[in-house]
């Protein structure tokens, strides 16, 4: 248990679909992040929000939309997803910008 | 950012130590070396972290070498809870602006410990 979790834990939808992940982290901490990682593929960073504010955006497609509505939360909104985008997206969470990142466990996501 | 080069994989008997290697060559003097590990199916868990000096915690130690252009983290009585995609990170430069806490994950190292 890291203090961050993630809902839900799988996710099966359709290309016209709109769903949204959440994450919430307990830690207290000032920066949340999106990762993705594709079958047999590194983790790859797709967002990162410090105090709430978006910082960086990692190139995602606009299907992809996070939000961040305070320090605890976040989101990303999915919608008119591909079937390449089918993959375990991570969220995680750290002090600041200079600190560990702690990690929940994923939501598997599957687009057919 | 510096890139780090780790053997695809590697294996272990259980209770003994797992010594796994990473090379960074291009680090540069203010970038931290960054140890995570992914268990089957779950999230990247931090393990540990150095800048220059080795480092031990209640997980692993962490040996940098005297020119910082490689590191080995130790894992000194592996079990088969240990069996883990292992990644070393070196990560961004803490100053200046540009800095997002952005980690660039790599392929790793998966250690399988064998009974």
């Known amino acids: 248990e890291t203090g961050v979790t993630q809902t839900p834990r799988h996710l099966v939808m359709g290309m016209t679909n709109k769903k949204s992940l959440k994450c919430e982290q307990h830690?207290?901490?000032?920066?949340m992040y999106w990762y993705k990682q594709s079958a047999k593929k590194p983790l790859e960073l797709m967002f990162v929000?410090?105090?709430?504010?978006?910082?960086e955006n990692n190139s995602v497609p606009s299907r992809f939309s996070p939000e961040c509505p305070n320090s605890s939360h976040l989101f990303l909104h999915l919608h008119t997803l591909q079937p390449e985008d089918s993959a375990l997206y991570l969220c995680a969470s750290s002090q600041d910008a200079l600190y560990e990142q702690y990690f929940g466990p994923g939501t598997r996501l599957t687009v057919t | 950012d510096a890139k780090t080069t780790q053997p695809p994989s590697m294996d272990c008997a259980e209770g003994r130590a797992a010594n796994l290697p990473c090379n960074h060559s291009?680090?540069?003097?203010?970038?931290?070396v960054y140890w995570y590990r992914q268990i089957h199916s779950q999230g990247p868990q931090y393990i540990i972290h150095g800048l220059k000096n080795n480092e031990t915690n209640e997980m692993a130690s962490l040996i940098i070498t005297e020119d910082r252009k490689s590191s080995t983290l130790i894992l000194p009585h592996a079990t088969l809870r240990d069996t883990a995609v292992y990644y070393c990170?070196?990560?961004?430069?803490?100053?200046?602006?540009?800095?997002?806490?952005?980690?660039?994950f790599g392929q790793g190292t998966t250690l399988q410990v064998k009974p």
């Open positions: 929000y410090s105090l709430e504010e978006r910082v």
């Open positions: 291009t680090i540069s003097g203010n970038e931290y």
């Open positions: 830690l207290g901490h000032n920066a």
């Open positions: 990170i070196v990560r961004p430069s803490p100053k200046g602006s540009s800095n997002t806490g952005k980690l660039i």
